[in-house]
């Protein structure tokens, strides 16, 4: 492999620089500096997506929409060098900053063996962060950002405080692998086993003459060597094995899993409202868990990839990272611990707050009476009960039209009394938004472009709390154990929702649905489709595997009680004032 230097106005970009790990294999590096003497802060990105891969011919439909909707990412950029959710070199080196993007071990021009949030990866990120913390060109602080993968590994080498790392920006990122990305309440989301065959194995190392080429340099993405498929096969995992035979929470997830209250460097969290299934729920408990004594909370929404390219995304990296990198006194120790864009029918409205959830927050439950199927602020005295065919059906419990705006901004959950036909069963929760005139209420969310207002999942068979981390509005399961559930028996079980903000005009209503399979908006085809997938509600974040879910087990009929003695309800955060 061949290293090489260029120069453009006013920056040095080194390629394919070696990194060596302490086991001898040798990474890959892309380095782009100010051609000018000095040291320098560094922002890097660790990951398998091929750092010689444009952002245009690995995503060409999600850079296409970035660039006619917002096309300030254009300015002050030949945007040659972008690169999918990491950042674009021209709009940083220029400031002061050197962008360092390492081809994870076993993809790109990186060898090894493929082993995605592996233990083995988040050394490597250490040593990366470490190596990059040295340089003659570093000032021997190293920032972190980057979206999605490069946010979620973040979480995990921060926990293991790297000396010189100095801050950390994870945008739109899953903390917890298990909860927030693999297994929601338990059931297994085959997300990944979707996204690995197309992000992962396209670009793996080994692909050489058979995988994409840069458009920079012309030369292959995926290593100069090309091998045959056994070969690349024996040289990754085999994902959808590792996560059917890790239903729980058991050392294969350990060391996967951040002790998030480890991480002690400068943080700020930027999450969507709109990413319910994968990243949404983390950048939230990332905030509150990690043990940093210096930590934001940002919220926003459109698409994934949206706000991290946007002015708005950019000017607030840069305010974080001069603070923290540069030691600019540029207002950011002044900045309020949550920056919130609230989530209305027409847009987003900023606010800032202290702290998460809101102080102020109405903890308001709403109870669902069967007979009638609405959601009530009273629990019914009267004793009732609903049935549904799991995997078929789906029951709506309707609120009242609110009588005034209202705003709901927060953790939220639900507690349902059920049984079932079956020794175990799955719920799926919906929280829904209709108009005056009865029509969903739909968003454009991180993913999927009609989404619910958010979503929650519980496998019946894992209800086990942790009783030292649950709250009312966040229960926490333990997932070590399973325990089936005898056929006919009511059970009380507390349903974690992934957090929302949504403000509620006068005269729209909410509503909670309660199902034994993904949601479905019901809208007509044709939809857009991801991985060959019409986006139907719940996007690409779908709960499908045979394996995981046998009909014999899952499809039975689900019965929900209400009543006094059966008080099933749902809990909002209402925000006042």
Not at 256 to 274: A, K
Not at 353 to 376: G, I
Not at 419 to 442: A, N
Request: aromatic share 10%; proline share 7%.
């Amino acid at each position: 492999m061949v290293y090489a230097v260029q120069r453009e106005e006013g920056m040095v970009v080194e390629r394919d620089v070696a990194i060596t790990m302490d086991d001898g294999i040798v990474l890959r590096a892309d380095v782009f500096r100010p051609d000018r003497d000095g040291c320098y802060p560094v922002l890097m990105t660790y990951g398998p997506y091929a750092k010689g891969l444009h952002f245009e011919d690995g995503f060409p439909f999600q850079w296409n929409m970035l660039t006619k909707n917002h096309p300030e990412v254009m300015r002050d950029t030949s945007s040659r060098h972008a690169n999918w959710e990491t950042v674009d070199p021209e709009r940083w080196v220029p400031h002061g900053y050197v962008c360092i993007r390492v081809d994870s071990r076993g993809s790109g021009q990186s060898p090894g063996f493929v082993d995605p949030f592996s233990e083995r990866e988040t050394k490597d990120y250490f040593d990366c962060i470490e190596w990059a913390g040295v340089q003659p060109w570093s000032s021997g602080k190293v920032g972190l950002l980057g979206v999605s993968y490069f946010a979620q590994n973040q979480w995990q080498v921060a926990a293991l405080r790297p000396p010189h790392l100095a801050a950390i920006c994870p945008f739109e990122g899953a903390a917890d692998l298990y909860r927030d990305a693999i297994r929601h309440g338990g059931i297994l989301s085959t997300f990944q086993l979707q996204w690995y065959p197309r992000q992962v194995e396209s670009v793996q190392y080994g692909l050489g003459e058979n995988g994409p080429r840069s458009r920079v340099t012309g030369q292959p993405v995926a290593g100069d060597e090309t091998f045959d498929a056994e070969t690349l096969r024996a040289n990754r995992t085999d994902l959808e094995h590792d996560q059917l035979s890790h239903p729980l929470l058991d050392e294969w997830f350990e060391r996967r899993v951040p002790d998030l209250s480890r991480i002690e460097v400068p943080l700020l969290s930027c999450g969507n409202w709109g990413g319910q299934g994968l990243h949404l729920r983390g950048n939230v408990e990332g905030f509150v868990r990690a043990g940093s004594q210096q930590k934001w909370l940002e919220m926003h929404g459109l698409e994934h990839w949206t706000e991290f390219y946007t002015d708005y995304g950019v000017s607030l990296q840069k305010r974080f990272f001069d603070h923290f990198l540069k030691g600019a006194e540029n207002g950011w120790d002044l900045q309020p611990q949550l920056q919130l864009q609230l989530r209305t029918t027409t847009g987003f409205i900023q606010r800032h707050e202290h702290e998460w959830p809101l102080a102020r927050t109405q903890w308001t439950k709403h109870y669902l009476d069967a007979a009638a199927f609405t959601l009530e602020d009273q629990v019914r005295s009267e004793e009732s009960n609903t049935s549904f065919v799991a995997m078929r059906d789906v029951v709506t419990f309707n609120a009242a039209p609110c009588d005034t705006e209202t705003e709901i901004t927060g953790p939220l959950a639900a507690t349902l009394y059920v049984s079932s036909t079956t020794e175990d069963m799955d719920l799926f929760l919906t929280l829904r938004l209709f108009d005056p005139e009865g029509k969903e209420v739909l968003f454009a969310a991180a993913v999927e472009p009609n989404a619910p207002v958010t979503q929650g999942w519980l496998r019946a068979s894992h209800r086990e709390l942790d009783l030292e981390k649950s709250t009312p509005w966040r229960p926490w399961r333990a997932h070590k154990s399973t325990e089936p559930i005898v056929p006919g028996q009511v059970y009380e079980l507390a349903i974690e929702l992934w957090p929302t903000s949504i403000i509620v005009p006068a005269g729209h209503r909410l509503a909670l649905t309660v199902a034994g399979h993904d949601f479905d908006h019901g809208l007509p085809e044709p939809m857009p489709q991801i991985y060959g997938r019409s986006q139907r509600g719940s996007s690409v974040f779908l709960h499908n595997h045979d394996e995981d879910r046998p009909s014999a087990l899952f499809g039975g009929t689900t019965k929900i009680y209400t009543g006094t003695q059966y008080p099933s309800h749902l809990l909002l955060p209402v925000i006042r004032g």
